[in-house]
């Protein structure tokens, strides 16, 4: 909910009293949590450093649940995920060099949590059984790697083929529909979603 509601009131904020009209497929997150550009910059990045510290709470709980050494794996890898995450709030795009180690770990970590824990629930799970969880977790996957992965391809997507987590920090002219920040906000809306459902999935075990 903190997440959510940073992220929400940082993009009203942004429409009613910045100077541009915010847009998904052009803008980034972390243009939303620049200090002096952005007016709620402090709702986006407070709801990233407290809501994902409730994560790693709930990673790490889960993670002592575990019953596999591949469930380990993701809950610890998701515990990274969301500490990385934590540090985009903690070190806006105005620390600019941690801003982008903490995006670049926070896609890889996500990418690696989301890999293995469907590596798990193949190896655990009965086609019949596998849980509605899978479903975002594969995208989130996809997501991650289409992220991370995409440039590599030399496909000028970018000046350079730079990494896409370098691209989303820089000033410049861009197209309508900027590929780093399409990807961003997909892989987010996914992992969120995932998320979402393993918290409602724990809490229904726990009854």
Known sequence: MGLLLGLIISIIGYDALGDEHFNLTNYTMSELGN???S???VALNGGLFFGSLCLVLFSLYS???SRSLTGAISFFSLALSCMS?????LFPVNVYHLHVFMLKWFFIFSCISALV???NQTLTQPPSGMRWSCLPALLSCISFAMFLFLPLFEL??????RPFYHEMVLEGTRPALWWPALLQWISLGCFLLWLAVLLYERFRSRE
């Not at 995450?85 to 709030?89: H, R, V």
């Open 35 to 37: 200090y002096g550009h």
């Open 39 to 41: 007016p709620f910059a």
């Open 63 to 65: 993670l002592q649940l």
């Open 85 to 89: 995450l934590a540090g985009i709030g």
């Open 117 to 119: 824990y469907l590596v």
């Open 156 to 161: 000028d997507v970018t000046e350079g083929n």
